[in-house]
């Protein structure tokens, strides 16, 4: 007798006990590379920074201001530092943040001196973020590349543009397209720069 109520209450208990799980709204950041599949913790070496300096790279590309609309909490750029310190590697997933252009940030370093932080956007970077520049009538460097993802490789398409910048390294910005670029969700842009501290 116990053991059919036992039989009969366990699967409620189980159905009772699940629950879905919403992604979060607000910028988050990991240590493992799950943005860009692309990028391999075996190559990359530890980087040391302060949370300052990660700050103002990011204000130096003016994706700071994004981010802090979009709610990121100071937690987020601790764990950002603690990756590049233990891995070299850290991003921050702004995919399900819909009030900002954003898509994701990446930041990591090859060589343990240098650390490169790339920004995704789904659209063309905004005017501040690409220094006013007219990408449109300025011409970019336009070659084709291999990425690895999921133990595939995937030909792409790039167009190049680099930004001067007053404080060392320049900015550059690329167009990124697989090889159905005329279909529409198959291009994304990307601010990448190069810091040393």
Not at 74 to 88: K, N, T
Request: charged fraction near 30%; aromatic fraction near 10%.
């Amino acid at each position: 007798m116990i053991r059919k109520t036992t039989l009969l209450l366990l699967p409620l208990l189980l159905l009772f006990s699940c629950r879905s799980v919403q992604p979060s709204k607000q910028p988050v950041a990991g240590m493992y590379p799950t943005v860009d599949i692309s990028r391999r913790l075996e190559d990359m070496k530890a980087f040391s920074c302060t949370e300052e300096q990660l700050r103002e790279a990011l204000k130096s590309i003016r994706i700071w201001d994004f981010l802090q609309t979009a709610g990121m909490k100071d937690s987020e750029l601790s764990l950002v530092r603690r990756g590049l310190a233990e891995r070299g590697y850290a991003e921050i997933d702004t995919r399900h943040v819909k009030e900002i252009p954003i898509h994701w940030v990446t930041f990591a370093s090859k060589d343990g001196k240098k650390m490169e932080i790339s920004a995704a956007f789904l659209q063309m970077p905004p005017p501040s973020c690409r220094q006013e520049i007219m990408l449109e009538k300025t011409p970019g460097r336009q070659e084709t590349r291999t990425v690895r993802r999921n133990r595939k490789l995937e030909y792409q398409y790039l167009n190049r543009w680099q930004c001067p910048t007053q404080d060392g390294e320049p900015l550059e910005i690329w167009k990124i397209s697989d090889k159905k670029r005329n279909r529409p969700g198959n291009t994304y842009w990307e601010l990448r720069r190069f810091f040393e501290f």
